[in-house]
């Protein structure tokens, strides 16, 4: 299948397909007659994986590790572990990072008047954070 096709199949665009190729995420499709990339099941499969291992927030990099494991029938389910469970504690420590910028930035709302005057706690604690 070309490039459109495996693109539809796998839920990813084109030039995403085409990134990922060029990084070496995944390996060029093999080439038909006329130049053109042609498409296998098993690479949309790989692409597919890629897909949803990038919604999961894994990086490139991680995905080619994730994608090595994969492919590897003699793998360790405790090094796939390992990498998830790196990820998931990066993803705690954003989400509290977050949960952190919401309370500052919600404070700083709460004491905004919001009126016609020039005073604003929002603009001082961005100038003077605490």
């Known amino acids: 299948m070309n490039i459109g096709e495996a693109a539809e199949r796998s839920g990813l665009p084109a030039k995403t397909i085409r990134y990922y190729e060029e990084t070496g995420l995944t390996a060029p499709a093999t080439r038909a007659e006329n130049g053109y990339r042609d498409y296998s099941e098993t690479d949309v499969h790989k692409l597919r994986f890629v897909r ?17 494991l994969y492919e590897d029938k003699g793998r360790k389910s405790a090094d796939v572990k390992a990498i998830a469970q790196e990820h998931l504690t990066e993803v705690d420590a954003k989400i509290k990072e977050l949960q952190e910028l919401r309370s500052t930035l919600s404070h700083l709302v709460d004491h905004c008047h919001g009126d016609n005057k020039p005073d604003c706690p929002i603009l001082e604690g961005i100038a003077h954070p605490a």
Do not use: D, K, Q, T
């Open 52 to 68: 949803h291992a990038r919604g999961l927030g894994f990086s490139v990099e991680v995905c080619s590790r994730l994608l090595s």
